[in-house]
């Protein structure tokens, strides 16, 4: 296997032991390493009333890291676009856009990213989901050089032509970003179930576009390293508890691994848990290479964006470092 380019999705884990503040600055921690390591991206993610999570205000984590970094591009994956007006993601991408030029990605979903209350506390009405595709081209058009006549200008975001991405787990974002010729993430790492069909789709659909002549399609994909596959098993019991919780209706911070999972979850959340998690990688950095071996020749991906939800930092650390050796010998 050549090597596929490598990047991150950042979930900025609140933790029992670390606060919103230190996952914070955790995150930036992690955007300087993986830019040492050769990593292509990190992204984070929009989430609301999430205690576990500190990335809600995205565009201002985002320049958080950016000003920690120096070349690794820095992106949300995704802004919630039914979330906002356009117009205002185009001013605040925008202006990263010209505080980091040619460093800044714009992926874009149409899920809430939270709950039902909480899309009240966001003016989010239950209809906005249907105008996502009008909204892409709207928010599109904003970063355009400004045209002849034009009324509204999102400034500082005209000409800055920052590159969108739609992000999916379903056929719908696949035909989306296939008729506009965007680039397209797919969220294997919590909704795998329609992947290999999502990406047929997405191939078989594309049509060229000013910003992509071919399709690009990344996978997202959970991959925790160590230097046992059993080290890298208990490691894993961190989000495999994340998500049980999540089928308990529990808004719970990040928890330590345990030794026997089997302890933690019910036959049912084990499941769905096995399920959602499918597409897993764990273990040694031999165990990940041939992982990713099987993974890029199932699905002739073109990036891999990994979640590694390790408990500890320095560990967290230790297995996106080991992620990315297991990359480069393969």
Known sequence: MSRIPLSILELVRVTEAVDARGALINARDLAAHAEAWGYRRIWVAE???????????????????????????????????????????????????????????????????????TLRALRRSNEAADAFPQDVLELQAYFA??????????????????????????HFGAMLAAELGLPYAFASHFAPDELITALGLYRSRFKPSEQLDRPYAMVGVNVIAAATDGEA??????????????????????????????????????????????????????????????????????????????????????????????????
């Open 47 to 117: 989430h609301h009333n999430m205690p576990g999570i500190a990335s809600a205000a995205t565009s201002v984590v985002l320049a958080h890291l950016a000003a920690g970094t120096n070349t690794i591009r820095i992106g949300a994956g995704g802004i919630m676009l039914p979330n906002h007006a356009p117009y205002v993601i185009a001013e605040q991408f925008g202006t990263l856009a010209r505080l980091f030029p040619g460093r800044i990605d714009l992926g874009l979903g149409r899920a809430p990213g939270t709950d039902q209350f």
């Open 233 to 330: 098993r208990r490691l894993a019991t961190t989000q495999q508890m994340a998500f049980a919780n999540i089928f308990r209706g529990a808004r719970t911070l990040s928890q330590p691994p345990i030794d026997d999972i089997e302890t933690y979850w019910s036959p049912a959340e084990k499941a769905q848990a096995k399920r959602m998690l499918a597409r897993s990688i764990v273990g040694s950095p031999d165990t990940v290479r041939e992982g990713f071996r099987a993974l890029v020749a199932e699905t002739r991906a073109d990036e891999l964006i990994i979640v590694s939800d390790v408990y500890d930092h320095p560990t967290r650390l230790r297995s996106f470092e080991l992620i990315a050796e297991a990359a480069s010998a393969g």
């Open 145 to 170: 050089p400004v045209a002849p006549g034009q009324r509204i200008q999102a400034v500082p975001a005209a000409g800055t032509e920052v590159p969108l991405w739609i992000l999916g787990s379903s």
